[in-house]
């Protein structure tokens, strides 16, 4: 049998080879959702315009039913020769119908069917990853309470900074992810576009309706030139960038508590039943899935780089090249989900030490900046300020205490001004209770975000029961 993309102007059937070699049904199988999707709202159009009968058009709806259940059942049986999932429907549609089946391909290319297809299937794994990355945010904003009077060290180029509180560094992650949020929500807009009906490459002489076709989908606008509808990936590539983006966030965390999880930090105690064991040293806890969702986020952007490749220099309009985007998006997707899944399993599970943080908080003077604002307070330029907390943080370093530890002379040797006072910044947990600038890690407005983000998130009644 003639595969219906090889017309009569062949006359000798494919090398055997090349079917083999181009098929793409082994992976856009998972577009079939989509394909009979769009298959029915293209009927329902055609029948609209009377292209199609009532009766027609109701044959092809029903037996499209049947197909998907088949597809769903696993029924349904694929062959190279029919190369994609677009093909395998129509020709069991054909299969099924005769004559009103072969109706169906009328008006429509499978150029913008694939861009229709998968712009569909793009919205859908959009939504679920913003579902996720909320749950994730949610794992976050669940620590808050229970650790809200946790102090940990904040680092600069991995040396002891200041002191902030844990829901500080919570939250901070929240924002990231917010704005993945933000990004994929514009995202989506663009990706809710209709190419259905832009046909091979220069629209049809037929008298179709694309805006109803467009409406019928759920699309928010009908793309408005065939030759950029039938060749536009942009979609596929910005969505791919925002996962890249996704995946940056999540490897800084799971670099962080990598670290934090050492013997060395010992801040936190991961979940066990989401850490892994050695096959020859009995006492290690591995801290794998961490390593996984950081080392996963090179597939992330190589499949990035991989579609910038694709689609550069392809001269207008549908090119078989454009194939590959699938493969590289669908990967992209489950491996970004996989992780928001897990990330928030162990964010919910994970245990903070916090003996070993207080007793942490004893070196790296995390007070001395707090220390120069008090100065500065009491009307001493900063660099001056800058330069005496300076000498006083050099002075104990040498007798090996915390600042705290000075005695008001040795506070005032290096600064007359200096009175009892100077006790009330000094510490990590004093330091903290000092800050009040806007976004800083202030407890009034650390409470006041975690107040927030609990309501922009939907969490009602109590925070999450959490560990430790
Ligand atoms: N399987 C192809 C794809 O996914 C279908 C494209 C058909 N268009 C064409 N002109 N051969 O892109």
Request: hydrophobic fraction near 40%; charged fraction near 25%.
């Amino acid at each position: 049998m003639a595969t219906p993309s090889r017309s009569g102007v062949f006359g000798v059937a494919p090398d055997r080879r090349v079917e083999q070699f181009t098929e793409s049904i082994s992976f856009d199988h998972r577009l079939y959702a989509q394909d009979i999707a769009g298959s029915i709202a293209h009927s329902r159009m055609l029948a609209r315009v009377r292209i199609l009968t009532d009766d027609e058009q109701s044959q092809i709806e029903r037996a499209l039913g049947e197909i998907l259940a088949d597809i769903e059942s696993g029924r349904f049986e694929t062959r190279v020769e029919l190369e994609d999932i677009h093909m395998h429907i129509e020709q069991a549609l054909i299969n099924k119908l005769g004559d009103v089946g072969r109706k169906l391909h009328t008006g429509r290319s499978r150029n913008d069917q694939v861009s229709t297809d998968f712009r569909l299937w793009v919205r859908d794994a959009i939504d679920s990853i913003d579902d996720l990355l909320g749950k994730l945010q949610a794992a976050f904003v669940g620590r808050c309470e229970h650790d809200a009077d946790v102090i940990l060290p904040a680092y600069t180029h991995m040396q002891r900074a200041q002191p902030v509180l844990a829901p500080h560094y919570w939250l901070a992650y929240c924002e990231k992810f917010e704005r993945d949020r933000e990004r994929l929500r514009d995202c989506r807009r663009r990706v809710n576009t209709c190419t259905l009906g832009t046909a091979a490459v220069a629209g049809t002489s037929l008298p179709i309706d694309r805006a109803d076709v467009a409406s019928r989908l759920g699309f928010e606008r009908v793309a408005a030139n065939s030759l950029d509808a039938s060749s536009d990936r942009d979609f596929a590539l910005e969505t791919c960038f925002s996962l890249s983006l996704i995946a940056e966030h999540l490897s800084t965390w799971a670099e962080e508590w990598i670290l934090w999880s050492t013997a060395e930090f010992g801040f936190i105690q991961l979940p066990l039943d989401f850490c892994t064991g050695s096959s020859i040293m009995p006492q290690k806890i591995n801290p794998d899935v961490l390593e996984l969702i950081r080392g996963r986020t090179g597939r992330v952007i190589g499949h990035l780089m991989s579609l910038l490749v694709l689609v550069k220099g392809l001269p207008l309009a549908y090119n078989r090249d454009l194939q590959e985007d699938k493969p590289a998006v669908f990967d992209a997707v489950s491996v970004v989900q996989s992780c928001l899944d897990m990330a928030a399993a162990v964010v919910a599970g994970a245990k903070l030490n916090r003996k070993a943080i207080a007793a942490s908080l004893e070196r790296g003077y995390l007070d001395a900046t707090t220390l120069m604002e008090y100065l500065i307070q009491r009307r001493i330029p900063q660099r001056t300020a800058h330069h005496l907390v300076g000498q006083l943080v050099r002075h104990a370093m040498q007798r090996g205490v915390p600042l705290a530890d000075l005695s008001l002379d040795e506070m005032r040797e290096a600064c007359p001004e200096l009175d009892e006072g100077v006790y009330g910044v000094l510490g990590a947990a004093r330091a903290v209770e000092a800050f009040v600038s806007y976004g800083s890690t202030a407890p009034a407005e650390v409470a006041l975000r975690v107040a927030d983000w609990r309501s922009r998130l939907g969490m009602h009644g109590d925070a999450c029961p959490t560990p430790n």
